[in-house]
Nanobody, 122 residues
């Protein structure tokens, strides 16, 4: 599976962005898809994940209620809708794929996209 993330940019606090991740490969729908982020000088951290069918989703506490993850297996895409953005959401955002049920750990993921930068100004 190859992944390509897009949709990052500069936005003011309180604004919204929608990230997309396009995957290649016929087995895309067999993977749990996750979003992680890494701020300068910090470790990469879990943001959200979604199961194969989209029936189960997970969120980090810091984004719960503001971010929504979704997927379209017919189009091999997973999206992260980010609302009410805060300066502390500034980071490079990565999409990733795993067949491991432990979805919050970076070490569980086998495939990573290249990252897209989100900058939230105050």
């Amino acid at each position: 599976v190859q992944l390509q993330a897009s949709g990052g940019g500069l936005v003011q606090a309180g604004g919204s962005l929608r990230l997309s991740c396009a995957g290649t490969g016929r087995t895309f729908n067999m993977y749990i898809m996750g979003w992680f982020r890494q701020a300068p000088g910090k470790e990469r951290e879990f943001v959200a994940a979604i199961h194969w069918s989209g029936g189960k989703v997970y969120y980090a506490d810091s984004v719960k209620g503001r971010f929504t993850i979704s997927r379209d297996n017919a189009k091999n895409t997973v999206c992260l809708q980010m609302n009410s953005l805060k300066p502390e959401d500034t980071a490079v955002y990565y999409c990733a794929a795993t067949q491991n049920i432990v979805v919050v750990s970076t070490s569980s993921y086998d495939y990573w996209g290249q990252g897209t930068l989100v900058t939230v100004s105050s």
